[in-house]
């Protein structure tokens, strides 16, 4: 299959993915603080998506279950982080997705999320997959910081198995050293000839793992770059985690974007979005 053959279509709540379909922006604070927060976030960049012809899916976690400390912040669950995204889903009027980390999770989560979303830590868990597949949602994977970039053909055959081929693929950066991810373009290339949507995480992909010791650090100052250039390369949608204040945030802040940097970076990569398509 060429690189730069068009995706399929993957059709989350009202958004197209892929297809040759406008880029799509995936985005929101990491983990669900309040839902005050989420719906402020989720309304200012409905706005900005809506002004700059943007398909947007709001992205938070009710969990985060695989934080660097015991006593960091995990969100406010499952029950009460559903309600949350499915009032920011009808309040709003945008699709929701979050991350589940267990087969049972996963079959309670679809009754409200439009996607449901693999973290890179369970990329490879076949029952998790599997259980996922099986609720007919779409499903957006992102690669095991482990994983080669081929690696991900066999996660692709764990969800299809169920008939669900209804896929997103995220490349998140791949563990180079200690405490250090790198971000390899090619990975986007060789992801897409699989068939599926790719999209790029710009805000994990300058994450460091644990490098504060007690949490995990971040270059911030890497993210545009790095979004303009995955952008460049070719990709269906981008991944970023926003938030009014990071340095404030309760989770990953230190790889979030500040809301009011948004429209800025998004401006550029419509504009380099549209040279890629129309060189197709």
Same mark, same amino acid.
């Given at each position: 299959?060429?690189?730069?053959?068009?995706?399929?279509?993957?059709?989350?709540?009202?958004?197209?993915?892929?297809?040759?379909?406008?880029?799509?922006?995936?985005?929101?604070?990491?983990?669900?603080?309040?839902?005050?927060?989420?719906?402020?976030?989720?309304?200012?960049?409905?706005?900005?998506?809506?002004?700059?012809?943007?398909?947007?899916?709001?992205?938070?976690?009710?969990?985060?279950?695989?934080?660097?400390?015991?006593?960091?912040?995990?969100?406010?669950?499952?029950?009460?982080?559903?309600?949350?995204?499915?009032?920011?889903?009808?309040?709003?009027?945008?699709?929701?997705?979050?991350?589940?980390?267990?087969?049972?999770?996963?079959?309670?989560?679809? /009754?409200?999320?439009?996607?449901?979303?693999?973290?890179?830590?369970?990329?490879?868990?076949?029952?998790?997959?599997?259980?996922?597949?099986?609720?007919?949602?779409?499903?957006?994977?992102?690669?095991?910081?482990?994983?080669?970039?081929? /690696?991900?053909?066999?996660?692709?055959?764990?969800?299809?198995?169920?008939?669900?081929?209804?896929?997103?693929?995220?490349?998140?950066?791949?563990?180079?050293?200690?405490?250090?991810?790198?971000? /390899?373009?090619?990975?986007?290339?060789?992801?897409?000839?699989?068939?599926?949507?790719?999209?790029?995480?710009?805000?994990?992909?300058?994450?460091?793992?644990?490098?504060?010791?007690?949490?995990?650090?971040?270059?911030?100052?890497?993210?545009?770059?790095?979004?303009?250039?995955?952008?460049?390369?070719?990709?269906?949608?981008?991944?970023?985690?926003?938030?009014?204040?990071?340095?404030?945030?309760?989770? /990953?802040?230190?790889?979030?974007?500040?809301?009011?940097?948004?429209?800025?970076?998004?401006?550029?990569?419509?504009?380099?979005?549209?040279?890629?398509?129309?060189?197709?």
């Amino acid at each position: 299959m060429p690189a730069d053959r068009v995706p399929k279509v993957v059709s989350v709540g009202r958004v197209k993915v892929g297809g040759g379909n406008p880029l799509v922006l995936i985005a929101g604070p990491c983990v669900i603080e309040s839902e005050s927060l989420a719906l402020r976030v989720a309304g200012a960049i409905k706005k900005l998506s809506s002004r700059l012809s943007i398909p947007f899916i709001f992205k938070s976690s009710y969990d985060k279950a695989n934080r660097t400390s015991i006593n960091s912040f995990r969100g406010p669950g499952l029950e009460e982080g559903l309600r949350i995204l499915r009032k920011v889903k009808e309040e709003i009027g945008v699709p929701v997705l979050s991350d589940v980390h267990s087969p049972e999770d996963a079959r309670e989560a679809a /009754d409200v999320l439009d996607a449901i979303q693999i973290p890179a830590f369970l990329s490879r868990q076949t029952d998790l997959l599997k259980a996922a597949g099986r609720t007919g949602k779409p499903v957006n994977v992102k690669k095991g910081q482990f994983l080669a970039p081929w /690696d991900i053909g066999r996660v692709v055959e764990k969800i299809s198995s169920t008939g669900n081929r209804n896929i997103l693929l995220t490349e998140r950066g791949f563990s180079f050293g200690y405490n250090n991810l790198v971000a /390899d373009m090619r990975s986007l290339v060789v992801m897409r000839t699989f068939g599926y949507p790719v999209i790029f995480d710009a805000s994990h992909s300058v994450q460091l793992p644990g490098g504060k010791g007690h949490s995990s650090g971040g270059e911030i100052q890497f993210i545009a770059p790095l979004a303009r250039a995955a952008s460049a390369v070719g990709i269906d949608g981008l991944f970023i985690e926003v938030h009014p204040s990071p340095e404030r945030a309760l989770s /990953d802040g230190a790889n979030s974007l500040r809301i009011s940097d948004l429209p800025a970076l998004l401006e550029q990569i419509k504009e380099i979005s549209k040279v890629v398509s129309s060189g197709h």
